[in-house]
């Protein structure tokens, strides 16, 4: 009897090869060898990566799986490829390196060589864009359970009807990351090659298990299709929404460690999404199906949301655990810095299903973590302001401790998400700059770093403070405060936040000394016009003046 349910499962999954045996036996699969596991139930998929990859279950029913010797993104490997369709949209540079078709071509087929070599391989099938207006159909195959389950957490699942009816993908990855890129073929500068057709709408993975490398490739894609195909904005942010009937929704632009996450979770308001998003004509929805969480010394106190999300058929990416009672080490970093949680969204209890406002944002908040210690926690920007801010994407990394540098350092990702630009960064800008015109939104900038002075001398800004100053944001009582001018950068600070001392909205006044503020924040006004040197051909005159002037 078991025998007979075990083959009724085998006889399910291969029953989608009747309509799409063609589309695999042309793309060069050997049916005969592999067997396709298709939108495997979760728990075969912890089987199979435990039997085949050694992957182990955590303590919290969580799988912790390994990703091999990346642990991270190879953005110096990411290639796109040169071609008539797409070549005048693009911009080509350190971020978006060209490959020539012939090159992807030969990649192309070595991935799926390596795939007919393996005994099961695993497809996903499911959607980018919770707006059905905008969504893309995406195929993921690859060899190992751990990349299924994975894209099966960051993708939109489909429901079983949408499965059936799922048709041609507009998008199809594979994944060899098991096998390397043959570093003689043309233009290959390692073993590792991740690369995008836009032509062909295919992406090929080779010489990387880090999963992360399919979210993003996603994200590129959708910051190439959203604005060339459907005339909708991208971004790299997180976004919530008051609670009750269409309430408002904000916006949150930030690099890593700038408090995007940490701020967007919010008890009062419901989580539209983390990391990803489409401000379209019709209000704004996330990308994707998932949380992919940083979990670096992650505790149940300080981010109750993820850590509860943490459970049966989740990921854990590169966590050390107990092997006594397999309980993970959050702490332990002897892996990677880089640990990672993939969940599906709604294992966060205020996830709002299906992940999408119809309405327009009313706020933007744009987050920087200033180690200098010169930018005030909060300030009002202008429309040019906004745009210059967006387009230059500072934060600071604080130095580490070991290696004797007391100086931090500037980070400037253009688009707060510079790795995955795929188009000028003016075209986003302007972009958001039409759509916060026509629908009135107020920006704000947000320090979340130093203050009192600079890494060393002064501390961080407790999140209390910060918390308080985007809770005046919404509930709209700081748009109606009383604004002062800041030096250098001219920005609009108010004098007065409910529940924020009011000594430190301007940084200079708990400053040690008047004279050290004032060459900080020149040293950073100076960092901030090089940065900004290099957008400057595509950018409008009122954006070049609207960053820091020295009088």
């Given at each position: ?37 298709r ?24 799988l ?14 990411k ?18 390196i ?7 071509e030969?990649?192309?087929?070595r ?19 919770w ?56 233009g ?6 991740v ?48 609670k ?109 299903i ?19 210690g ?49 188009l000028h ?13 026509s ?62 001392p009011?000594e ?48």
């Amino acid at each position: 009897m078991v025998q007979g349910k075990h083959h009724h499962d085998e006889f399910e999954s291969n029953q989608f090869l009747g309509q799409e045996m063609k589309y695999f036996s042309q793309a060069g699969f050997d049916l005969d060898r592999i067997h396709i596991k298709r939108n495997a139930p979760i728990a075969s998929l912890y089987e199979d990566a435990i039997l085949n990859e050694g992957a182990v279950i955590s303590s919290n029913g969580a799988l912790i799986n390994f990703s091999g010797k990346k642990t991270g993104r190879s953005p110096k490997d990411k290639r796109i490829v040169f071609e008539e369709s797409s070549k005048d949209e693009i911009w080509w540079g350190p971020v978006n390196i060209k490959m020539d078709e012939h090159t992807f071509e030969i990649n192309r087929e070595r991935a799926i060589d390596y795939l007919n070599t393996r005994e099961n391989v695993y497809v996903f099938d499911g959607f980018a864009g919770w707006d059905p207006k905008y969504r893309i159909k995406v195929r993921v195959i690859a060899s190992r359970a751990y990349h299924a389950l994975f894209m099966h957490n960051m993708l939109i699942r489909p429901t079983p009807e949408e499965l059936e009816n799922f048709g041609e993908p507009d998008f199809i990855i594979y994944n060899a990351g098991q096998f390397p890129a043959n570093r003689f073929t043309t233009g290959m500068t390692s073993t590792t090659s991740v690369e995008i057709n836009f032509k062909r709408m295919e992406m090929v993975i080779l010489g990387t298990e880090y999963a992360g490398e399919m979210k993003k490739g996603i994200f590129s894609v959708m910051h190439y299709l959203q604005p060339v195909k459907f005339g909708q904005l991208s971004l790299h942010s997180s976004a919530n929404q008051a609670k009750g009937d269409n309430g408002d929704v904000t916006l949150f632009f930030g690099l890593s460690g700038t408090g995007k996450t940490t701020l967007s979770a919010d008890p009062n308001r419901l989580l539209i999404g983390d990391d990803e998003h489409v401000w379209s004509d019709t209000g704004v929805f996330n990308i994707e199906g998932g949380c992919y969480a940083k979990t670096i010394n992650l505790s149940a106190e300080k981010e109750p949301e993820i850590f509860g999300a943490i459970k049966f058929g989740s990921i854990l990416e590169n966590v050390v655990y107990n092997p006594a009672d397999r309980k993970p080490d959050y702490d332990d970093v002897s892996i990677t810095e880089n640990t990672r949680c993939a969940y599906p969204i709604e294992y966060i209890p205020n996830a709002k299903i299906p992940c999408i406002a119809d309405r327009q944002p009313s706020n933007i908040i744009m987050l920087c973590c200033d180690a200098f210690g010169v930018l005030p926690p909060v300030s009002r920007l202008t429309p040019e302001q906004a745009q210059y801010h967006f387009v230059a994407g500072y934060t600071s990394k604080t130095p580490g401790t070991e290696d004797g540098i007391v100086e931090p350092s500037p980070t400037f990702s253009t688009c707060y998400g510079q790795p995955f630009i795929v188009l000028h960064p003016g075209r986003y800008a302007k972009m958001l700059a039409e759509r916060m015109e026509s629908n009135k939104v107020d920006c704000w900038l947000i320090n979340t770093g130093w203050t009192g002075g600079k890494f060393g001398t002064g501390k961080r800004c407790p999140l209390k403070y910060t918390r308080a100053i985007v809770d005046a944001i919404h509930d709209g009582s700081l748009a109606k405060a009383e604004f002062e001018t800041f030096p250098i950068f001219n920005l609009s600070i108010p004098k007065a936040v409910e529940g924020v001392p009011s000594e430190i909205l301007h940084p200079e006044k708990v400053w040690p000394t008047k004279d050290a503020f004032r060459a900080e924040l020149d040293k950073l006004g100076g960092m901030f016009q090089k940065a900004f040197a290099k957008y400057e051909n595509d950018i409008s005159e009122e954006v070049k003046l609207a960053g820091p002037v020295f009088a």
